[in-house]
């Protein structure tokens, strides 16, 4: 892919999932940044609550990540914002023996897959239920969670997130159980949600990718356009 292109997806990207247009008074904005930036952090620090702010390697002013730094947010993993084309990618998914692929929603399958979160990531990740059970009661046709299951266990779960009007579908999750991975199960939900995607007529999908998947991800075909990193300021 062409850096014109690249270049035009990632203007795609800011427009119709960030609302990012060049700015007209660059200048007036520039001076205004670090109130705001103090503004949003003082607004949850009087909830006792932790903001993040996530940038991309392109934002301007070129200074934004150092403006942060100054306000005493503290940045956390990068990572890789990679595009692919959902015609390009959807395909049958190709599963191992003994391994099935489903859509799920019900809360007791939402509870399985935050447990299942939880395994690999090491933590507790039981909000991601009652997130993903909201996600699909206010919008049941634009977050479609899938499963991985061998027999009663949940293996492997993602999800994928669209938005009416909007030309990029979002791949999330993507998490397999260690004993499960270098079976294809990945690359099995990666085809099947762009070919959900293909089958509504979204013609991209996007992910953040962390160092282990960006890999991956680039050799089935996604492009790296720029990358991304939360700053995060806690009470």
Known sequence: MTDTLISDLRTAYDAQLRDVTPPGDSARIEN??????ARQRDFYAARGEAVEMKTRAHDLPADLT???????????????????????LAADPVL?????????????????????????????????????AARIANGPENTVALVAGAGTEVVSAAWVVFQDGVDFGGLWGGSTLEAWRGWGIYRAMVAHRARLAAER??????V???????????RLGLHAVTTTTPYVWSP
């Open 32 to 37: 205004e940044l670090d109130a705001l930036i």
């Open 66 to 88: 150092d403006r942060l730094t100054a306000a005493g947010f503290v940045a956390e993993d990068t990572e890789t914002v990679l595009i692919g084309r959902s015609a390009d």
């Open 96 to 132: 191992p023996a003994g391994v099935t692929l489903r859509r799920v929603t019900a809360s007791a399958d939402l509870q399985r897959i935050a447990a299942m979160e939880s395994t690999v990531w090491g933590e507790d990740w039981g909000w991601l239920a009652g997130e993903l």
């Open 201 to 206: 007529d979204v013609r991209y999908v996007h």
């Open 208 to 218: 953040d990718a962390s160092a282990d998947s960006a890999p991956i991800l680039t």
